[in-house]
């Protein structure tokens, strides 16, 4: 069992707004910043979200995230198809001494 | 630019050792922390390990402690993984992960990602 928990998948038709989410505890989420990346087949996984709802550079503005105590989420509006993927969201744990992933939400574009 | 090149992968038994190499560019390497992440066949990604920026500080994940170690050489802008007593489990594409931060932990995050290596475990 991971200690950050995503749903195993999510759906959208072009257009459409999705949301999948993130829960840790007070070891991970709820005291350090939680990150998200987007990892394609054969591809490099690629950083989408860092510290909770930070855009890196050349990430469109149609994907947001945000933290409220040990969860996150992050949502994507206006789905394109190129958006299809599977999102990991990840953080620090003060206890364990790592680093997590959560298991992944694969996000179909319909 | 940040480059990110791992070598090193290839097939080998259960039992056995291999090292990974990752080379870097594009950045000042003795100022960040790097990491190996991993993600077997139709599973998840993975953190493995990392490693702070002047190589004092390391940490493992519990399913490799005792059987890999990180390390670099900051002459040669190049982060290691030496992996020993491998298992059927440790079967993945392993990625070199720059970190945005000199220490690699909760201030950071894995800011840039390497295409990685193939590492098969077979007999």
């Known amino acids: 069992q991971s200690v950050l928990t995503q749903p195993p998948s999510a759906s959208g038709t072009p257009g459409q707004m999705v949301t999948m989410s993130c829960s840790g505890d007070s070891g991970n989420i709820g005291s350090n910043y939680v990150h998200w990346y987007q990892v394609v087949p054969r591809m490099a996984p690629k950083l989408i979200i860092y510290k909770n709802n930070q855009r890196p550079s050349g990430v469109p503005d149609r994907f947001s995230a945000s933290k409220s105590g040990s969860s996150a989420s992050l949502t994507i509006s206006g789905l394109r198809s190129e958006d299809e993927a599977d999102y990991y969201c990840a953080g620090w744990d003060d206890r364990l001494n790592g680093w997590f992933f959560g298991g992944g939400t694969k996000l179909t574009v319909l | 630019q940040v480059h990110l090149v791992e070598s090193g992968g290839g097939v080998v038994q259960p039992g056995r050792s291999l090292r990974l190499s990752c080379v870097a560019s594009?950045?000042?390497?003795?100022?960040?922390?790097m990491h190996w992440v991993r993600q077997a066949p139709g599973k998840g990604l993975e953190w493995v390990a990392v490693i702070s920026s002047d190589g004092r500080s390391q940490y493992h994940a519990d399913s490799v402690t005792g059987r890999f170690t990180i390390s670099r050489d900051n002459s040669r802008n190049t982060v290691f993984l030496q992996m020993s007593s491998l298992r059927i489990e440790d079967a993945a594409v392993y990625f070199c992960?720059?970190?945005?931060?000199?220490?690699?932990?909760?201030?950071?995050?894995?800011?840039?990602w390497g295409q990685g290596a193939v590492v098969t475990v077979a007999s």
């Open positions: 992960a720059r970190d945005a931060s000199f220490l690699g932990t909760g201030g950071g995050f894995f800011e840039h």
């Open positions: 594009g950045f000042t390497f003795k100022n960040f922390a």
